[in-house]
């Protein structure tokens, strides 16, 4: 069995400054990982993923993740952000094997960039 | 490319009746799965369908039932509902053999239950 545990379940931050939202899992075998935001009153998008090789991972829109297994964490961050960056962002995990394929999520991280 | 695309994207119900939602999955995606997301919370699976049978099943009663039909579309139906039971409710699609590593979700159905 896997769960996520994500830390902050509120981060507000200014337009243009740093952010980090944390996430850590716990799991008895290898992972998957991922990032997916929510607008709302929207579904689910994926942001990024780490399958395997390089612990860094990168977004199209400036995000990026570090996958770091001996702290079991995957904490995705971005350098500066932006007004449109407000959303609820979950992070994710499953397992490896195509047969068992549900993700397991933690409850959310609400961005909120200020002007 | 039509994404994943579910049915009908609100719904009032009253305890005690039964719910049907749909999902058309991603187009080339075998797999169906179904997650319920409460208010303020992170989604939670009920069940995956592939090949028409559930194939695995999370922490949720059996008033929680599915469908899946050949066209590789699904059912969540829900009986007996009670007031816990409104939430988002999210299909996700992707494919069995590996070809694909992640889940494309629709947009979901708000359910009320009231």
């Known amino acids: 069995a896997q769960s996520v545990t994500q830390l902050d379940s509120q981060v507000p931050v200014f337009e243009e400054a740093p952010v980090e939202l944390r996430c850590n899992y716990s799991?008895?075998?290898?992972?998957?990982l991922f990032w997916y935001v929510q607008y709302p009153n929207q579904g689910l998008q994926l942001l990024l993923k780490?399958?395997?090789?390089?612990?860094l991972v990168e977004s199209i829109n400036g995000f990026e993740a570090e996958f770091n297994k001996s702290q079991t964490s995957f904490h995705l961050r971005k350098p500066s952000v932006h007004i449109s960056d407000t959303a609820e962002y979950f992070c994710?995990?499953?397992?490896?094997?195509?047969?068992?394929?549900?993700?397991?999520f933690g409850s959310g991280t609400r961005l909120q960039v200020q002007p | 490319d039509a994404g994943v695309t579910q049915s009908p994207t609100h719904l009032i119900k009253t305890r005690g009746q039964q719910v049907t939602l749909r999902c058309s999955p991603k187009?080339?995606?075998?797999?169906v799965s179904w997650y319920q997301q409460a208010l303020g919370q992170g989604p939670q699976f009920i069940f995956q369908?592939?090949?028409?049978?559930?194939?695995q099943r999370g922490n949720f009663p059996d008033r929680f039932s599915g469908h899946q039909f050949p066209n590789y579309s699904s059912e969540l139906n829900v009986n007996a509902l009670l007031l816990g039971d409104s939430a988002l409710y999210l299909c996700?699609?992707?494919?069995?053999?590996?070809?694909?590593?992640?889940?494309?979700f629709g947009q979901g159905t708000r359910l009320t239950v009231v």
């Open positions: 996700a699609s992707s494919t069995r053999d590996g070809r694909n590593t992640e889940a494309f």
């Open positions: 799991s008895s075998v290898s992972v998957y």
């Open positions: 780490y399958l395997s090789g390089s612990t």
């Open positions: 994710a995990v499953r397992a490896p094997d195509t047969g068992r394929r549900a993700l397991t």
């Open positions: 187009s080339g995606h075998d797999t």
């Open positions: 369908y592939y090949e028409e049978e559930e194939r």
